[in-house]
């Protein structure tokens, strides 16, 4: 047999599967409508400074790491980590500041320092966190959660005929408030809803083995900004063999009697038996194949309003990573996903990699990466709602941080979640496509084999197992194995 493959968008789910099927023996065309690859993770300058245009945060780094194993090669000859010291520093409007430091105890004595809560509550929080994730993991992280067989085993089924070991039944923030008495604790440990696009309010409180991957394994940053691990996939599925063709669109995908048959790329019909899709699950199969699909698009997860400000100035008391929380975090997620609105108070993520790559702003300058969550695509005005979010964080930062940033911003460009949906696929401008605002989401996410059409494969944030960096690389290899397993 022929084992050829196409790959719908070079994001780092499309480059981790591309290396994978190559070493498998398989040619692999990568088509992306984009003049680089990245997808989300992308790059981009203005006027001498330079900006990661999405994910902020390496997790988990050790799936990098088996990627590169995976191929004989060594990570260390095409990308360099950094594991940080403050993994993310938090504001609130009542000037109380709290570094969340990757050691865990000093973390927990910051806690207990600034708050009412104590430091062994905190290390107490984090093992609970740690004992989800070690019976989770298995099943829904590093395996295609949809596969039965994957389900054949002990621990499986110990796990999922007890569900209230992996705190299914409550939510995020009801499991958080069972720990902690000071709002500023639950507050912040609430916020790690927001990494899959979603409430703390309504998302099961098993996602609340999130804060292990960060605390107890670790957050990372990479030396040229997080765009420098989209650099190293490109670079390593080149010499791995495999082809980009960059400003290609996909405009069909064709396929025969439930069976893919090939690619319409520019006006050029190109066959293929295999498609694998890092394109979102839903864009795929209404804008490739002009199919109706069964996932529910009522829970779709948060969008987001990113300003790429180059600032005048260097601010020695911000971190790489920062937060400026709003006031009434039940009202901010409240508007986002009941009243599909920006919240009028909304929190604040600021990401300055100038302070750990100096060559990414002039001297005496940073480059600030500002985003808020969002609602997905509904009826909004996007531009009405993009300048009052531009007013509302410039009042935030004055308010918050003492620093009046109207006269120091020397370069801007936006991101709506319109111009997120024209630019990467995502449907709505959801970011990670589904949300977990279920307590069944971790089933309902789409599997990285299509059920309805032969041949059809998808990896990246909207399906299994899930967004962020290393849950895409996962689906990546997911996917993967899937292909080389139905077809090797």
């Given at each position: 047999?022929?084992?050829?493959a196409a790959?719908i968008?070079?994001?780092?789910?499309?480059?981790?599967?591309?290396?994978r099927?190559a070493?498998?023996?398989?040619?692999?065309d990568?088509?992306?409508?984009?003049?680089?690859?990245g997808?989300?993770?992308?790059?981009?300058?203005?006027s001498?400074?330079?900006?990661?245009?999405?994910?902020?945060?390496?997790?988990?780094?050790?799936?990098?790491?088996d990627?590169?194993?995976?191929t004989?090669?060594?990570?260390?000859?095409?990308?360099q980590?950094?594991?940080l010291?403050?993994l993310?520093?938090?504001?609130?409007?009542?000037?109380?500041?709290?570094?969340?430091y990757?050691?865990?105890?000093?973390?927990?004595?910051?806690?207990?320092?600034?708050?009412?809560?104590s430091?062994?509550a905190v290390i107490?929080?984090l093992?609970?966190?740690?004992?989800?994730y070690?019976?989770?993991?298995?099943?829904?992280?590093?395996?295609?959660s949809?596969?039965?067989l994957?389900?054949i085993?002990?621990?499986?089924?110990?796990?999922?005929?007890?569900?209230?070991?992996i705190?299914?039944?409550?939510?995020m923030?009801?499991?958080?408030?069972?720990?902690?008495?000071?709002?500023?604790?639950?507050q912040?440990?609430?916020?790690?809803?927001?990494y899959?696009?979603?409430?703390?309010?309504?998302?099961?409180?098993?996602?609340?083995?999130?804060?292990?991957?960060?605390y107890?394994?670790?957050?990372?940053?990479?030396?040229g900004g997080?765009?420098?691990?989209?650099?190293?996939?490109?670079?390593?599925?080149?010499k791995?063999?495999?082809k980009?063709?960059?400003?290609?669109?996909?405009e069909?995908?064709?396929h025969?009697?439930?069976?893919?048959?090939g690619?319409q790329?520019?006006?050029?019909v190109?066959?293929?038996?295999?498609i694998?899709s890092?394109?979102?699950?839903?864009?795929?199969?209404r804008?490739?194949?002009?199919?109706?699909?069964?996932?529910?698009?009522?829970?779709?997860?948060?969008?987001?309003?990113?300003f790429?400000?180059?600032?005048?100035?260097?601010?020695?008391?911000?971190?790489?990573?920062?937060?400026l929380?709003?006031?009434?975090?039940?009202?901010?997620f409240?508007?986002i996903?009941?009243?599909?609105?920006c919240?009028d108070?909304?929190?604040?993520?600021?990401?300055?990699s100038?302070?750990?790559?100096?060559?990414?702003a002039?001297?005496?300058?940073?480059?600030?990466?500002i985003?808020?969550?969002t609602?997905?695509?509904?009826?909004?005005d996007w531009?009405?709602?993009?300048?009052?979010?531009?007013?509302n964080?410039?009042?935030?930062?004055?308010?918050i941080?003492?620093?009046?940033?109207?006269?120091?911003?020397?370069?801007?460009n936006?991101l709506?979640?319109?111009?997120l949906?024209?630019?990467?696929?995502?449907?709505?401008?959801?970011?990670?496509?589904?949300?977990?605002?279920?307590?069944?989401?971790?089933?309902?996410?789409?599997?990285n084999?299509?059920?309805?059409?032969?041949?059809l494969?998808?990896c990246?944030?909207?399906?299994?197992?899930g967004?962020?960096?290393?849950?895409?690389?996962?689906?990546?290899?997911?996917?993967?194995?899937?292909?080389?397993?139905?077809?090797d």
């Amino acid at each position: 047999m022929n084992k050829k493959a196409a790959i719908i968008g070079a994001g780092l789910g499309g480059l981790a599967a591309s290396i994978r099927l190559a070493k498998a023996g398989f040619e692999i065309d990568v088509f992306e409508q984009n003049e680089n690859p990245g997808g989300k993770a992308g790059s981009f300058y203005n006027s001498g400074f330079r900006f990661d245009t999405g994910p902020s945060l390496l997790t988990m780094p050790f799936i990098i790491k088996d990627l590169f194993d995976y191929t004989g090669e060594k990570i260390s000859a095409y990308l360099q980590l950094n594991k940080l010291d403050i993994l993310c520093k938090y504001f609130w409007d009542d000037g109380t500041i709290i570094n969340a430091y990757s050691d865990v105890k000093k973390f927990a004595n910051e806690i207990e320092l600034k708050t009412k809560d104590s430091s062994l509550a905190v290390i107490n929080y984090l093992n609970y966190s740690r004992r989800i994730y070690e019976l989770t993991s298995d099943i829904f992280l590093f395996k295609n959660s949809k596969e039965i067989l994957n389900y054949i085993n002990r621990k499986a089924f110990k796990t999922l005929l007890n569900l209230k070991q992996i705190d299914f039944y409550r939510t995020m923030h009801k499991a958080n408030s069972s720990f902690f008495n000071d709002r500023k604790t639950i507050q912040l440990f609430n916020r790690y809803a927001t990494y899959n696009g979603s409430s703390p309010y309504k998302a099961p409180a098993t996602f609340n083995l999130i804060q292990h991957v960060e605390y107890n394994l670790g957050g990372y940053t990479a030396k040229g900004g997080i765009y420098s691990v989209t650099e190293a996939l490109y670079n390593l599925s080149k010499k791995s063999g495999v082809k980009f063709h960059f400003t290609n669109m996909v405009e069909r995908i064709n396929h025969s009697n439930g069976k893919i048959s090939g690619l319409q790329v520019s006006d050029e019909v190109k066959q293929y038996d295999i498609i694998l899709s890092n394109v979102d699950a839903t864009k795929t199969y209404r804008s490739f194949i002009n199919a109706k699909t069964n996932i529910n698009h009522k829970y779709l997860s948060s969008s987001a309003i990113v300003f790429y400000w180059g600032v005048k100035g260097n601010y020695d008391f911000t971190e790489i990573h920062n937060i400026l929380f709003s006031s009434d975090y039940k009202k901010e997620f409240d508007d986002i996903f009941v009243r599909k609105i920006c919240p009028d108070d909304p929190t604040i993520y600021i990401y300055i990699s100038s302070k750990l790559n100096p060559d990414d702003a002039p001297d005496g300058c940073e480059n600030w990466f500002i985003m808020i969550n969002t609602p997905p695509i509904e009826k909004q005005d996007w531009e009405k709602e993009t300048e009052k979010t531009r007013i509302n964080i410039l009042k935030k930062i004055k308010k918050i941080l003492d620093i009046d940033l109207k006269d120091k911003i020397l370069s801007e460009n936006i991101l709506t979640p319109e111009i997120l949906e024209d630019r990467t696929g995502a449907y709505k401008g959801s970011i990670y496509g589904p949300s977990s605002n279920s307590i069944f989401s971790a089933f309902l996410r789409h599997s990285n084999k299509s059920k309805k059409y032969k041949g059809l494969y998808f990896c990246g944030g909207s399906v299994n197992p899930g967004g962020g960096i290393p849950l895409v690389l996962l689906s990546g290899k997911n996917a993967a194995d899937l292909i080389i397993k139905d077809y090797d």
